[in-house]
């Protein structure tokens, strides 16, 4: 890789190659976990920022923390049903820490990837700054505060007591990680390398580095900065010269650019998401004062108005879903466990794209989408100077907005798997002249820090009266749902480009069933009753929908027909706290997700499944525990087969195939007790079988966990599911046990859940109730190496146990 100087910024950029040359660290940077020995308390405190104040008697935590899915669900908390009817309120934490004497003449920095919400922070007593918004990333300078070999005290007051401020679950406290770092005053800035790849072919690629260096000291002679390429196995693939600064004294930023080609580059993609990493050291007189790390990828991709999406020059299609922020039992809590565990669901579903519905997402999620292969529509706003919610962003969007996007785009920029960015969800002001001063300064922010990708707006909304579109800021033109309009798109908007931000909103209860299923149900009113069902529960036939949606399988249709429809975000992959649509209380979360709140498939599921991979698939439904008699219809999702043939106690009922645009197949039979049995053949020949049998009375429980190993690290989780079985194993899908868990040894229960979008019991307990025969514990190591061991037991059924190593 040869590396050629731009000149660019501040400072005059000089060539110099430096073969052979050598370079001595000088301890350039440490980045610390800073999440450990917090102090915390609920409620407003006099003077809480005063490092003389007393909180010994606080209660201690690490950190990632959400005070909100630890209280109590109720109908009246001020956050409503909607926002998942848990309490808010104001949180303190504090902390007291060292930093080492020999620091002194070093700059320290506390970097927090994530506070909710309108949190102020202070040091020794020191007021650092105040941010509204709860999503974004932000960092404070520490050093001139700080007692260098003494105690120090970061205080930080949360405040999330006014609302409603957000139209789901938002949780409260600081809910993501944070950081000590600490860098030499000549040092690359936060998120200050921008690493982006041109004229990109499986023969070469040119990878272009601009990197931001704070000179604090005023010295500016003798400095350079030099970048090295590692491929995935940590080899050196490139090795870039250095570049001089141009000697000076003046103080501040001095912008860096190189760029260089690569010969023969594995291209990132949705099937091989591979990463390299830019390694960028900063160097004076042969010391080393500073090495940052930047892992990218290197694809190109193109959304074009008539052929759609391709990546890497392949045709495809984004097969997205949103999702918002919340891990279920776990609340706010960020946790990569259980991020992956989420990513790793969809993409054996087919899945390969996510929306960060509606703000900018964890850290950690990026760098899971970069390693598994999504394609991530980056979204920055819900609202911009109307409010949606009475106590939300809106009151802030004016002095923040430039602040907040700025900060995202730089933190997110050199992710592979960020191909869109979102300047906002379903803004009110598309229908007004305002659209038209905000869409393009909020364009041009973006713009302005990064031109490799598209913007686009959510609108549900997508006629031609839409002042954001007419505005001309964004690049595609996303619809949030208006599916039936989809084939008519360029007859609206001729010559532009398509993307289906927010699709479908099916409606369905994992496990719950009614006939008869071939009839399409409309919320608020359905085919031939009231929709309110005893219980709150809708059908997961896929036969129900609100008005403004379709359900799932109408919507494929549409979008697998039309090469221009370049991809769709489906409402939602997982179900989530608040928004309990079709419902209110007692109601607290949602029914869109083709995966409940507790990480189980709703049946849908295999239909994506069946229609978005290559591997075989057959799934039939629903159980079979029934009053005889009564008239069940049957559905099976199948591919690569001409055709099913369906068994009732060994004997067949009808062979049925698919035909036209069909995505399943249905009979409808009397119910009998017995066996269920269905058979996918290709060719004559077989290519699955499928049972279902009538379970019997429960008998027993069976555990079975995701890992059976994981690290000692104090956040690593075990996902384990809770099974009601009958005395044959056969789960039980009208059991609704309680089921008491004890745990022992290195480990402890980090959550309960079951699905049930009308459970109040709260997640942090040590039971719960099977909820169509499951159940979830998640368990959490400890920080020392040993087992873990749970048991579960309910009356009258037999128990059990299973034993998980910490490492």
């Not at 290709?682 to 966990?705: D, F, M, S, W, Y």
């Not at 995701?706 to 044959?728: C, E, N, P, Q, Y």
Request: hydrophobic fraction near 35%.
């Amino acid at each position: 890789m040869s590396i050629f100087p731009n000149i660019r910024g501040k400072a005059l950029l000089l060539m110099a190659l430096m073969a052979g040359s050598q370079a001595f660290a000088q301890q350039p940077r440490q980045k610390l976990d800073f999440d450990k020995g917090w102090h915390f308390n609920l409620g407003a405190v006099e003077g809480g920022e005063k490092p003389s104040l007393n909180d010994s008697k606080w209660r201690t935590l690490n950190l990632p923390h959400d005070w909100s899915i630890e209280g109590k669900f109720a109908k009246d908390n001020p956050a409503t049903p909607e926002g998942g009817a848990l309490p808010g309120g104001i949180g303190w934490y504090r902390k007291t820490f060292t930093v080492p004497a020999a620091s002194k003449g070093k700059l320290v920095y506390i970097d927090f990837d994530g506070v909710y919400q309108k949190s102020d922070v202070w040091v020794n007593g020191h007021h650092l700054g105040f941010r509204p918004n709860g999503y974004i990333s932000f960092r404070y300078e520490l050093t001139p505060y700080l007692n260098f070999g003494g105690k120090n005290t970061i205080a930080v007051k949360v405040d999330n007591s006014v609302q409603p401020n957000s139209r789901w679950y938002s949780g409260s406290g600081i809910y993501r990680h944070v950081w000590l770092e600490t860098t030499n005053k000549t040092a690359i800035n936060e998120w200050g390398t921008y690493v982006t790849t041109t004229d990109v072919s499986e023969a070469s690629a040119y990878i272009n580095i601009n990197t931001s260096v704070k000179v604090a000291d005023g010295d500016l002679s003798g400095i350079s900065v030099t970048t090295t390429i590692y491929n995935a196995d940590g080899k050196s693939v490139a090795a870039g010269g250095s570049i001089h600064a141009q000697t000076g004294s003046k103080t501040g930023d001095i912008e860096f650019s190189n760029h260089g080609k690569l010969n023969h580059p594995i291209l990132w993609s949705v099937d091989n998401p591979y990463l390299y990493k830019a390694v960028t050291r900063v160097i004076k007189n042969k010391v080393v004062l500073d090495e940052y790390t930047t892992p990218f990828g290197i694809r190109y991709f193109d959304f074009d108005a008539d052929k759609g999406f391709s990546l890497n020059g392949k045709a495809m299609k984004i097969l997205g879903v949103c999702d918002h922020h919340d891990l279920g039992s776990l609340g706010a809590v960020v946790n990569t466990r259980a991020l992956e565990r989420q990513l790793q669901m969809l993409k054996e579903m087919g899945c390969n794209g996510i929306r960060t519905s509606h703000n900018p997402p964890a850290p950690e999620l990026l760098d899971l989408c970069d390693k598994m292969g999504f394609i991530v529509m980056d979204e920055a706003f819900d609202c911009w100077e109307w409010k949606k919610a009475t106590y939300d962003y809106h009151l802030f969007f004016k002095e923040w907005h430039k602040r907040d996007l700025e900060d995202q785009i730089k933190r997110d920029r050199n992710h592979p798997s960020v191909m869109i960015w979102s300047i906002g969800n379903e803004i009110p002001q598309q229908g007004d002249t305002s659209a038209y001063r905000i869409a393009p300064e909020l364009a041009g922010i973006v713009h302005s820090l990064d031109k490799t990708r598209p913007i686009t707006t959510a609108n549900d909304r997508p006629d031609t009266t839409n002042k954001i579109v007419k505005s001309g800021a964004i690049d595609l033109i996303g619809y949030n749902y208006h599916e039936y309009d989809y084939a008519k798109f360029h007859d609206r908007y001729p010559g532009k480009k398509f993307i289906a931000t927010e699709t479908t909103s099916g409606l369905e209860t994992r496990g719950y069933y009614e006939m008869p299923s071939d009839s399409i149900r409309v919320w608020p009113t359905s085919w031939d009753k009231p929709f309110v069902r005893e219980g709150n529960n809708v059908s997961a036939y896929d036969n129900t929908r609100p008005p403004w949606g379709s359900t799932h399988e109408m919507t494929w249709k549409i979008m697998k027909k039309y090469d221009f429809l370049s991809g769709m975000y489906i409402w939602t992959g997982f179900d989530y706290l608040g928004e309990p649509t079709p419902y209110s209380w007692p109601s607290r979360s949602s029914y869109f997700g083709i995966i409940d709140l507790a990480g189980f498939p709703k049946d849908v599921y295999y239909m994506y499944q069946s229609e978005w991979t290559k591997k075989d698939v057959l799934h039939i439904f629903p159980h079979w525990n029934w009053q005889p008699g009564k008239m069940i219809d049957i559905w099976a999702y199948y591919n690569n087969a001409d055709e099913v043939e369906l068994y009732l106690n060994g004997k067949s009922v009808g062979i049925k195939k698919k035909t036209g645009d069909d995505l399943h197949v249905m009979w409808r039979l009397k119910f009998e007790p017995g066996t269920l049995k269905a058979v996918s053949r290709k060719n004559g020949k077989v290519v699955l079988t499928r049972e279902i049998h009538t379970a019997g009375a429960p008998a027993k429980i069976q555990l079975i966990a995701d890992r059976s190993s994981i690290k000692a690290d104090g956040k690593d989780l075990s996902f384990v599911t809770v099974k009601i079985m009958d005395k044959d194993g056969n789960v039980v899908p009208d059991a609704d046990n309680k089921v008491n868990f004890k745990i022992t040894g290195e480990g402890f229960i980090a959550g309960v859940d079951n699905g049930d979008p009308v459970n109040h019991d709260s997640f942090k307990v040590n039971y719960r109730k099977a909820f169509h025969g499951l159940a979830l514990a998640i368990v959490q190591a400890k920080e020392k190496a040993g087992n873990i061991t749970l048991t579960a037991s309910a009356d009258g059924l037999n128990g059990a146990s299973l034993v998980i190593k910490s490492k």
